[in-house]
């Protein structure tokens, strides 16, 4: 039962262009989110995260977006550089201050 | 600020011997610790949550005796695979809350163990 849905795989986006990753959830009582950045063989890194009580939240090149009626959020990069090419990770904060997982998104970041 | 470290970023043992994964908070104090799994081209994997001073909380399906978790001050978390067989390589990630702090988690750069 995923609770957090990353339902793209990969994503391949030109150099400058906006990125769009999407993560759907199915958990109402979910009410902060969380953005990560992960390069292989390495350990995630926090990106940017938002509270149910906002629908957006922007820090420089990076937006997250938040639709509680349809349970969706959003990252968008613009404009998207070589270096944004990485596993973006979506997740939700449970009870315990533990973190639910999406599966990933691969993005590529084409030249 | 918010780095978090691991030790050894990779070891290879043999199959029934011990090892020790430790993880440091190196500029905060983090009252909450994770330990995660990560297998091939597949999504973290929550093994257990290590809090200060008390037992770690151990998902279904991790066996506790087999994975021990020592969160003996609040900057320093242990994991422990005991009697490590070839299933057990993976990748091993640690993360840390801040205490005081939200919900983020700020995470190690991992640990490849390979048993042989």
């Known amino acids: 039962d995923q609770q957090v849905k990353q339902n793209s795989p990969s994503l391949s986006v030109q150099e400058g262009r906006i990125s769009i990753l999407n993560c759907d959830y199915t958990?109402?009582?979910?009410?902060?989110f969380l953005w990560y950045k992960k390069y292989p063989a390495e350990g995630p890194t926090f990106l940017i995260s938002i509270s149910s009580i906002k629908d957006k939240n922007e820090d420089g090149r990076f937006t997250v977006f938040l639709n509680k009626s349809a349970k969706h959020l959003s990252l968008h990069i613009v404009p998207s550089q070589p270096g944004d090419s990485a596993v973006y990770f979506c997740?939700?904060?449970?009870?315990?201050?533990?973190?639910?997982w999406g599966a990933g998104t691969k993005l590529i970041i084409k030249p | 600020g918010a780095v978090v470290s691991q030790h050894p970023s990779w070891v290879i043992c043999k199959s029934g011997t011990s090892v020790k994964i430790e993880c440091r908070s190196l500029d905060f104090q983090a009252t909450t610790m994770f330990w995660y799994r990560q297998f091939p081209k597949q999504s973290l994997m929550l093994m257990a949550t290590s809090n200060e001073g008390s037992k770690a909380t151990y998902e279904q399906g991790v066996e506790k005796d087999k994975f021990l978790i020592n969160h003996a001050s609040l900057t320093l978390s242990t994991l422990t695979v005991t009697s490590a067989h070839p299933e057990d390589s993976s990748f091993y990630i640690c993360?840390?809350?801040?205490?005081?702090?939200?919900?983020?988690?700020?995470f190690g750069p991992g640990t490849r163990l390979t048993v042989t």
């Open positions: 993360s840390a809350r801040r205490t005081g702090g939200l919900y983020e988690q700020y």
């Open positions: 997740a939700a904060k449970a009870g315990n201050y533990q973190l639910i």
């Open positions: 958990n109402s009582m979910f009410d902060y």
